[in-house]
């Protein structure tokens, strides 16, 4: 296993805790991202009193007494707040035009009980528009099968683990945010790492999240306690402990894939509980009090200014432009690492679509969108390629005098944007290197492939935003073959 020495760190946070105020504003605009964008009641003065509404659903807690669906509006613990007024100068909303993208990591707590270093037990990419004003999150399953940098291909949820064994620059959430950047073929710009205990108190402190799960599911809390199953279609409101024990439970028919689900509607739980019902004076209140109990439970290189924008920023999404998506079976094969564990192999041309999906920004890329503009119609992903405009180096690996300029210029011919014809080191099989975020072209190369009968062609991601080509195609001997015998037209 290699390491790589060169892996730059992210910058790691500023943040000066000396004074009451600035605690306050960074613990509630790091829980903020915590919560998928969980949004800061931002004016100029915080509203002087607010008026609490019953919530439906009878609370479920963690001490031993079993929970019952009930519409009774007096047995929610929100009845209880008290509201405090508090005067506090918050941030403009922020007024940048760059896509914010935050890889938000839960450790697995089987690792940390065993006293070893832990492994990502949940990867969850958050991304804002502030142009579009729309967000979206995306789970990634822990048994996806990757490239770590600078080590061999192994589960995605190891890269944090490395990062921390080798000690390498930004340890753990580095790697692993690197890692999550060449797998998607975008850049992140932020991690925040939660522990459980961190999230527990959370939701204690919001008095719990309401959820309707859409099978049976089997709660065992972490650390023992009373073990109950919630009933499809029936509405509780579990506390901390429970809410993780919901979120992390994984024995149901779709299995990890369930569970992804379950900690997105969770996500979506805490973000409306606390702007319905106007929580934050109280949250607020309490900081000082909270950042000492959570803070060790947060690792987050956000720098401060940056969180309090981003804040900002989500008071002005809408419900309804918030989407979610999920990395499911649909999207990889099942199969066997070389050491016999259960992995989940990526397709890359169906992830690098749903990718597409996760970060558009209401433009005309999507072919969904295409397509219902076209009134359903298929549209031809040649017209996608000349939008996409990728930039693309095609060199020849094979014994075909030729061949880079006569694959250049047929691909000229269907919209490519060819800027490099060139000689590679020789190679048996044609593989193509992405470097940037160009979801058609991959479509249209694996198009042209497949359709010559040569299956689909070795798949690389390098992802790097300052390099001269978004992709590299090295023609190697099994295209030079069918070349030579299948002359390519030109249209």
């Known amino acids: 296993m290699n390491q790589n020495n060169n892996i730059e760190p992210r910058k790691q946070s500023n943040f000066r805790l000396d004074k009451t105020n600035i605690i306050i504003l960074v613990v509630f605009a790091v829980l903020s991202i915590i919560s998928a964008f969980l949004v800061f009641n931002l004016a100029k003065n915080i509203i002087s009193t607010w008026t609490m509404t019953n919530l439906e659903g009878l609370p479920v807690t963690s001490q ?7 519409n009774n509006e007096e047995t929610d613990p929100l009845t209880e707040l008290a509201i405090n007024p508090i005067d506090i100068e918050m941030p403009e909303p922020w007024d940048g035009v ?7 990591m839960g450790l697995d707590y089987r690792d940390w009980e ?3 270093i832990p492994r990502t037990d949940t990867m969850m990419v958050l991304t804002i ?3 579009s004003k729309e967000a979206a999150m995306l789970s990634v399953p822990r048994d996806m099968w990757v490239n770590i940098p600078g080590f061999e291909h192994s589960r995605i949820n190891t890269a944090y683990y490395l990062g921390e064994l080798w000690k390498l620059p930004g340890g753990g959430p580095a790697l692993a945010t690197q890692t999550m950047e060449e797998f998607l073929g975008v850049p992140i710009d932020y991690y925040a790492q939660v522990d459980f205990a961190a999230f527990v108190r959370l939701i204690d402190e919001i008095k719990g999240v309401p959820v309707t799960p859409k099978m049976d599911v089997r709660l065992v809390p972490i650390g023992g306690g009373y073990k109950q199953t919630l009933e499809a279609g029936k509405t509780y409101t579990l506390d901390g402990t429970l809410a993780l024990a919901y979120a992390r439970a994984r024995y149901t028919e779709g299995g990890d894939f369930d569970r992804a689900a379950r900690q997105q509607e969770v996500v979506y739980a805490i973000r409306d509980r606390i ?4 929580m934050w004076p109280t949250l607020i209140a309490k900081a000082p009090i909270l950042y000492q109990e959570i803070s060790s439970g947060i690792n987050t290189n956000m720098l401060f200014e940056d969180t309090l924008r981003l804040a900002a920023l989500a008071l002005e999404l809408d419900r309804s432009k918030i989407k979610s998506f999920i990395i499911d079976a649909s999207y990889v094969e099942f199969g066997s690492s070389p050491d016999d564990q259960d992995i989940l192999r990526p397709i890359p041309d169906k992830i690098r679509l749903l990718r597409d999906e996760v970060f558009r920004t209401g433009g005309p890329l999507s072919p969904v969108a295409i397509q219902s503009q076209a009134g359903g119609e298929p549209v031809d992903i040649y017209d996608l390629v000349k939008i996409e405009n990728a930039r693309v180096s095609v060199q020849n690996g094979s014994w075909y005098t030729g061949l880079a300029g006569e694959t250049a210029t047929y691909l000229k011919s269907k919209g490519f944007n060819i800027i490099e ?3 590679a080191q ?4 044609t593989t193509i290197t992405l470097y940037n975020a160009k979801p058609y072209s991959i479509q249209a190369l694996f198009k042209m492939y497949e359709d010559a009968g040569l ?21 190697g001997n099994d295209w030079a073959n069918y070349v030579s015998s299948n002359p390519l037209p030109v249209e």
Do not use: C, Q, W, Y
């Not at 760059?98 to 938000?104: D, I, P, Q």
């Not at 702007?275 to 106007?278: G, N, W």
């Open 64 to 70: 031993g007494t079993k929970a019952a669906p009930n």
């Open 98 to 104: 760059s896509r914010v993208t935050v890889l938000l």
């Open 114 to 116: 065993a006293g070893e």
């Open 129 to 131: 528009d502030p142009v």
């Open 275 to 278: 702007l319905k019902f106007s």
């Open 421 to 423: 014809e060139t000689n």
């Open 426 to 429: 020789a190679s048996e099989v």
């Open 455 to 475: 299956g689909k062609p070795r798949l690389t991601n390098r992802f790097d935003p300052a390099s001269a080509v978004d992709v590299i195609i090295i023609l």
